[in-house]
């Protein structure tokens, strides 16, 4: 079974004569803040090791591994999905499925610690969380991730200025990049957490509360006004600050939220179009169809069929 999550931008595979070694052949490309490792695996291994001095964003492109990591159980790690490992940390790898004909194919990306410390400091600085005392952060406990059509984009910028880009001012390109990166990176866990605890975090966090309250009354209209106030903010505040935080509008989040349920009741046998439209909270057949196909890339209906 695979990732829901958005896949990256298959990069060619390295013909044999070409390899170094069959199992988790790397090609490096540093730059001034970052090392770009693009690894291959042409044949079946196990407990394979692998660590950085770095924080580093590791991105399955082709083929699947079974992850160990300290302390977590072992799991299968599939196209569509990062996982973000600290430094010094050993990463144990199973290649089951790899050969010739279909190779694992991963990139990790090492990012300085300079990096990470100037734009946590900028986020800091310039936009602060919404609750006294919290700070931004990479949570290392947040490590395995479903790429979001953002986080998939920017790391596919960065892989195609990291290997193509011949340009003088790359380096400045690439740090540009990798801000935007731990931003997306940082907000994608923001949403992982609220929507695992959300329950859990209503009574101390107002977005958490948030949240909750879009969750529970997804099928019902929802009004912006009524979660500022539930939020104690402005609207204007609690919008910006909502952004902030995970990346999208309000609207945004409950948009998704409601496709994400109407998913779910594709899924199930003998559910009409119709029926999932009012189930998932929309209010007009025409809109849903036209928003679902913008967001899955399919109609409603087509992705019924695929799903069958």
Request: include cysteine; proline fraction near 4%; charged fraction near 25%.
């Amino acid at each position: 079974m695979g990732s829901s999550g958005y896949f990256l931008q298959t990069l060619p595979v390295l013909q044999e004569k070409s390899l170094f070694t069959l199992v988790e052949n790397r090609s490096a490309y540093t730059l001034e803040n970052c090392e770009l490792n693009v690894f291959e695996t042409h044949q079946q291994a196990s407990n394979v090791n692998l660590s950085f001095g770095d924080w580093v964003l590791t991105s399955m492109l082709r083929g699947k591994k079974v992850m160990h990591l300290t302390d977590v159980p072992a799991f299968d790690y599939y196209p569509g999905e990062s996982v973000i490992v600290p430094p010094n940390e050993v990463m144990k790898i199973d290649f089951p499925e790899a050969s010739v004909l279909s190779p694992t194919q991963c990139i990790a990306l090492a990012i300085s610690a300079d990096q990470i410390r100037s734009t946590i400091s900028l986020l800091n600085e310039r936009y602060p969380k919404v609750e006294k005392g919290e700070e931004w952060k990479v949570d290392e406990h947040l490590f395995h991730l479903a790429n979001n059509k953002e986080l998939a984009e920017i790391v596919n910028r960065l892989i195609k200025i990291s290997i193509n880009d011949k340009s003088r001012e790359k380096d400045i390109l690439v740090s540009l990049a990798l801000r935007e990166l731990l931003v997306r990176l940082m907000q994608t866990q923001a949403r992982q957490l609220f929507e695992t605890n959300h329950l859990a975090l209503a009574s101390s966090h107002r977005f958490a509360h948030i949240i909750a309250y879009i969750k529970e009354h997804i099928r019902e209209k929802i009004d912006i006004d009524k979660l500022s106030d539930k939020a104690c903010m402005s609207r204007a505040s609690f919008f910006r600050k909502f952004r902030e935080e995970f990346g999208y509008t309000p609207a945004d989040y409950i948009l998704k939220e409601r496709i994400r349920l109407a998913k779910e009741y594709l899924n199930l046998p003998g559910n009409s179009i119709t029926q999932v439209c009012y189930l998932s909270g929309f209010q007009n057949l025409n809109y849903f169809i036209r928003a679902f196909k913008k967001e899955v890339g399919l109609t409603p209906k087509a992705y019924q069929q695929t799903s069958s």
